[in-house]
Structures are given as structure tokens and as C-alpha cells.
């Protein structure tokens, strides 16, 4: 009833305003560009293999109480009471930390619910602004999206600007795809350039090296030279 009420709103707000000026309206099929976005597809299939990975622990753990009830409940009659009270009380813990795990995962402020908004936010986001940039450019004074709660009655196809969006968000994903090629590209470039640079102070450092070294070889030939002269000519006195 609240959903109608709102579109009756929203269908008597555009008519007041065609007497003014021609309304320009469009509407959208989330769910249908949300399939057709790669990045949403890949997010949602991780978000189902944790989900799965949830259900399977919650499922090992119910097995498990009913097996502890199971043993409990026949071999009830040869244990003693305070046994009995040690094993219902060891179902409570698990009976507990059960619910405690349901919540963890699959509460209103849950691991899901932060999950999901962390891996599909972002593709949200890059619709609505597909959205905007298209409203703006095309002067849409409304954009309904088909598949939410709001109830539409008629839809006529030429107001769907669902490719439209699929359309945009492709190019955007070009150009930042275009844009990370430029910018790895770029980041090769430069990293050679460093490369060549330290092989050029190498190199260089290594002709210093060799310089240095035949600098000490010919100096200590002359000492050597020098020091032989000395003795000769001692030995010739």
C-alpha cells in the first residue's frame, strides 16, 4: 500500500509539472544490468562460496547437537543425574554457541550483511554513477529503477535506459583499463630508465675501480723500482 501510494505521488508530481514543462522520464533494470556487470557476477559468486562455507560449519554443528542428544537420550537411564546435568548442560554450550555463530554470520549487522556491502557497494556505486551522467546528459527529470520495491504497472521499452548504463559502464571500464595500461606502461618506462641509470653509476663506479687499481699497480711499481735503486746503489758503496 506504501509503494502505491508513493508512485501515485510520483505520477501526479510529473503530471502537475507537464502543464509547466515536458517531463522527462526514464527507468532502469537493475537486476538485469547488475547480471550483465562482470565485477558484480565475480562479487556475488565469492559472496555464495562464504555463504556456503558458513551453512556447511552451522549444518556440522546442528549434526552434532542432535548427536549429543541422540547419545544422551539412550543412554539416559544408566547414567547418573549428575552426569545427565553435565551432558544437557555441555547441549546448552553448543545449543548457544549455534546461535551465536547465526548471528555472527547471517544477523542484521552480520559478517554477510558487511560482506556484501564491501564487494558489491562498489558496483553499485558505479551504476548509480552511470546513472547520473546519463540523467545529466540526457535531462532526465526521473529515473525509476524497475526491479526495486516500486510497483510499476506499465513500462514502455524506449524508456529503458538499462543499456544505456551497461553501455557506460563498459566505456568507464575501457577508459580506467586504458588508463592502467598507460600508467603500468609508464611504470615500465621509468623503471627501465632507473634500471639503465644504477647499470650507468655501476659500470662506472667499476671503471673507477679499475682505474684505482692500476693507479695503486703502477705506483707500487715504482716504489718497487725506487727501492731496488736504493739497493743497488748501497751495495755499490
Do not use: C, H
Not at 3 to 24: D, Y
Not at 28 to 50: C, F, G, S
Not at 204 to 227: G, M, N
Request: proline share 1%.
Amino acid at each position: 500500500m506504501r509503494n502505491l501510494t508513493t508512485l501515485i505521488v510520483l505520477l501526479f508530481t510529473i503530471q502537475l509539472g507537464t502543464a509547466q514543462k515536458r517531463q522527462q522520464v526514464a527507468y532502469i533494470d537493475m537486476e538485469y544490468i547488475l547480471e550483465n556487470v562482470p565485477e558484480y557476477v565475480t562479487a556475488q559468486d565469492n559472496l555464495n562460496a562464504k555463504i556456503k562455507t558458513w551453512k556447511s560449519e552451522l549444518t556440522k554443528l546442528e549434526r552434532y547437537i542432535e548427536v549429543l542428544k541422540t547419545d544422551l537420550a539412550n543412554e539416559k537411564a544408566i547414567l547418573t543425574q549428575d552426569l545427565v546435568d553435565e551432558r544437557e548442560e555441555d547441549i546448552l554450550i553448543k545449543q548457544e554457541e549455534l546461535a551465536r555463530l547465526e548471528s555472527l554470520y547471517f544477523g542484521p549487522n552480520g559478517d554477510m550483511f558487511f560482506l556484501r556491502k564491501q564487494l558489491i557497494k562498489p558496483v553499485q556505486d558505479l551504476i548509480y554513477n552511470s546513472v547520473q551522467e546519463i540523467s545529466k546528459r540526457k535531462k532526465y527529470d526521473f529515473v525509476f529503477d524497475k526491479s526495486s520495491e516500486l510497483v510499476m504497472l506499465y513500462s514502455n521499452k524506449k524508456y529503458d535506459i538499462s543499456e544505456l548504463v551497461l553501455a557506460s559502464i563498459v566505456k568507464d571500464r575501457k577508459i580506467s583499463q586504458s588508463k592502467q595500461k598507460i600508467s603500468a606502461k609508464r611504470t615500465e618506462a621509468q623503471e627501465k630508465l632507473e634500471a639503465l641509470r644504477v647499470a650507468k653509476i655501476k659500470k662506472r663506479e667499476e671503471q673507477k675501480k679499475i682505474l684505482q687499481a692500476r693507479r695503486e699497480a703502477k705506483l707500487k711499481e715504482r716504489e718497487e723500482k725506487r727501492k731496488q735503486l736504493l739497493e743497488n746503489k748501497k751495495k755499490k758503496n
